[in-house]
């Protein structure tokens, strides 16, 4: 765990998304919840040695299962966009199965463990943003979309950092399999032109607004080489396979998750090949 400015904190280590928390006189404010029950509990605990006055709230960044399955450890009031709440209420269980699903193979342990969890839903559903008073600090919770129809940020201004959730990650493949990609880049841009010292990606390392460039050339790139092929007439098919080879290797990948990463490549592309589809 670091302090990245006082009082705010990020954890990076456990599986899926990266997690958080703003410590407040009223509580702490935590961002996302680690989706292993074991890292939840952990997680619990660590923020309550720094926490004095328990819990405050729990923000949720997006829908996916690797930012909510942990939802449900934490003794807060969850605050998410209308369209993550809404995805929850329609599909969390469905999301739920399929993580115990996944783990049954590759982690019994974990599996049975997470088929003692339950989708909690947010109570305090945004639309564009929220402001939040919290003993002496001020918390923004801001819509940014483009990765999901859900996707926010959560801003601390007094420490001028970012929580971006995935719409910023750093070192990996951005995915865009559900994303508005133009309006990712307008969030990108709107991102790099806020007073923030420190980003928060939803995976990665913490960074600054030098990670934001790289995102808006790859998304722009994945929509350009996408545009021209289908203007020429390519296949669905065939702007997949010859943009996926274009695009793989601009992040390194392990051996062992290029089988996964080619095939949130291909969703992605399948996705921007749709939106030029429909003129977007």
């Known amino acids: ?49 720094i926490s004095q006055s328990g ?98 940020g959560v801003y601390v201004p007094d420490g001028r950092v970012l929580f971006a959730g995935d719409v910023v990650v750093t070192g990996r493949h951005p995915n865009l399999a559900q994303a508005q990609s133009q309006q990712w880049v307008e969030a990108l841009a709107r991102i790099r032109a806020m007073p923030v010292d420190i980003i928060v990606p939803g995976h990665g390392e913490p960074t600054d607004v030098s990670a934001i460039e790289p995102l808006i050339l790859y998304i722009q790139e994945v929509r350009q080489r996408v545009r021209e092929l289908y203007d020429g007439g390519a296949s669905r098919r065939e702007a997949v396979e010859k943009v996926r080879t274009a695009m793989i290797e601009r992040y390194p990948v392990p051996v062992e998750e290029r089988e996964i990463v080619a095939t949130q490549i291909r969703a992605s592309i399948e996705r921007v090949y749709e939106e030029v589809r429909r003129g977007e």
């Not at 599986?15 to 919840?33: M, R, W």
């Not at 450890?73 to 469905?94: M, P, Q």
């Not at 049975?112 to 947010?122: K, M, Q, S, T, Y």
């Open 55 to 152: 819990l405050a709230f729990l923000i949720n960044t997006d829908y996916h299962g690797d930012h909510v399955l942990g939802n449900s450890f934490f003794a807060a009031s969850i605050i998410a966009h209308e369209n993550t709440w809404r995805e929850l209420k329609n599909h969390g269980d469905a999301l739920l199965q399929r993580y115990i699903e996944e783990y049954k193979e590759k982690d019994p342990q974990v599996a049975a463990d997470l088929a003692e969890a339950r989708i909690a839903l947010p109570e305090i559903s945004i639309l564009d943003g929220i402001t939040l008073h919290k003993g002496s600090r001020t918390i923004e919770v801001l819509f940014l979309g483009g990765h999901t129809p859900g996707s926010i």
């Open 1 to 49: 765990m670091k302090e990245l400015a006082a009082g705010v904190y990020v954890e990076t280590a456990y599986q899926g998304a990266n997690v958080g928390f703003i410590s407040t006189e009223e509580g702490a404010v935590l961002v996302d919840a680690p989706m292993i029950p074991s890292e939840a509990w952990r997680w619990l605990r660590r923020v309550a040695r």
